[in-house]
């Protein structure tokens, strides 16, 4: 038994799914930081990106990066519908009452796709084939490159945006203090609407790179969001490194679980981790570095 | 006031005895319970689409012994409570004399109690074991045995002198049903099972199960679930480049799991229905023509192919037919006529029941096929 290329591969795998917890975790934090609400929507939003891209691919027959650029059009337009219809009417409401909406508009959002497009799975091809690649005795497949690799571009690009753009410092102000940020003359209403836009537009291209390897159907979101939560939470809800490693973390985890320990209890391993977190360090591991809760 | 009262009661009533049917060509109420809707409605719409084509076109050519069929359909979305509610209601409600369905084993355990109780004839869809095994008076199925499946995957190994196995098995009642049977028959065969892993339903992943697998002495894997975690396995298993040969069950004996595993679906066999081959079978084969005409009727109607699962709710409505034909009435007339069907050949096989056989067919209602360029063929043996 070559035990230590099977770990490498249990490694190599949870890193890939580890980046897709992790991009989805990023929704869920950027969204928290900016109205302190849970969006529990944010796993349909991956499900959406590669519903769309099937859908546009298949029914209009366009490129592959038109389907994609399109999916992630629409569902940032969703999400920007979403913001507008049921969380800006109701800025005062209690952030429980917000987080009650986000889960009756994930369901809303779940069924429709269920109408529309039937309860079938869909596949989508990879980005640049199937052949498997070998890395010291382990394999993967290019899709998976192409996962990782996504996701460092979007984590670099998101942390250039909030560091270093007037639209991403002024997020990060009303994060801070939303009165003390409008009182400077921030919008806080634009930045929240630009929070959900963010946060769909990162969900969805987290759904079109996975999509190639897991199949999509109109009820992907589910698992994924609960995980991709688990990983903010293990992040500690930062915008930044934080998240990216718990969902990396989690990844490796589960896929380490999965193999060393017992397969059956793989979903079980990601929410035993969630549930130790929450009881012995709930600002997450990350969370003490966080104080300005970018 | 009260002579017009009289009057409108009076034409109420002539309205209402007019309005009752005719005696004579009352149609046959048959009842059906099918998962049109929920997880295993990949089972329970084919079914329904099947029976209905079924029906009309019994209908069409004048029906059975002059009266037309009227099949009263309930969606159960998989759900064992509400098959009960449907099924009280299609027996105390709509009185009909036969409920074919349900499309899963859970629900026709479920039901059974009040099956026998109102002695009603039952032909379920579903593969369970249990099901039959006891045999229950009023109980018969139309879905192979995953009994039967799985000897004809452990036939094949035999003969290839394969002994050593990892399984991979779906943690539903499908997949528990299939290991069980897995790990029960093995001895028979001289197989050792030597890696036991399981998966959920709903994960998209299972690298992490088949690293293990390729890590392990296994001559080859066996994966027991329904789409589409054995078309993310079949994936995984080209991602890893696992070079032994891969066999599933008949529950993603359909086009769809090709298209959704794409290219590492080439070379995976399964033990299936032969209405998957239907064009390749020997001109012998008794099925051979309700098979071509099922898969044409069914493109014809529904635009999409007729598969394995749809094939149960067809032979479960013609075993009714025949029953009723050879002079079956009454529930318990068709109960019987029914239990002495020989030699019907069906779309899963030949059903031949008898007082202690109610699930009707051997295992060579399995054939072994396998995925050559995006296509089921017959495997070679």
Redesign the interface.
Known sequence: ???S??IL??IL?GLS?GSIYALIGFGFAIIYNATGIINFAQGEFVMLGGMLTIFFLNVFQLPLLTSIALAVGVSTAIGIVFERLAIRPLKNASPLSLVIITIGASILIRGTAMLVWG?????L?AFSG?D?L?LMGA???PQNLWIIALTAVIIMASKLFFHYTIFGKAMRACAFNSQAASLVGISVKTMVLLSFMISSAIGSLAGII?AP???T?Y??G???GLKGFCAAIIGGMSSGLGTVIGGLLLGILE??G??LIS??Y??AIAFIILLIILFLRPEGVFGKKETERV | MSTNTFRVLFVFLLMAIMANPAIAAEPVKIGALFSITGPPSFLGEPERNTAQMVVDEINKSGGVKGRKIELVVYDTSGDPTKANQAATRLIKEDKVVAIIGPSTTGETMAIIPIIEKAKIPLISCAAGVKITEPVKKWVFKTAQNDALAVARIYEQLKKRRISKVAILTVSDGFGSSGREQLLAQAKNYNIQIISDETYGPKDTDMTAQVTKIRGSQAQALICWGTNPGPAVIARNVKQLDLKIPLYMSHGVSSKKFIDLAGDAAEGIMLPSGRVLVANSLPNSDPQKKALIAYVKNYQKRYKTEGDHFGGHAWDAVMLLKGAIERGGDTPAAIRDQLEKTKGFSGIGGVFSFSPQDHAGLTKDAFVLVEVKKKKWVLAKE
């Open positions: 038994m070559e035990n290329d099977q591969q249990y795998s799914n309860k079938d799975t869909h596949a091809p199937n498997p070998y394999t993967m497949l996975i390897l897991t199949m159907s009820d992907m589910i698992m994924l896929s380490l999965a193999g397969s059956g793989k979903d």
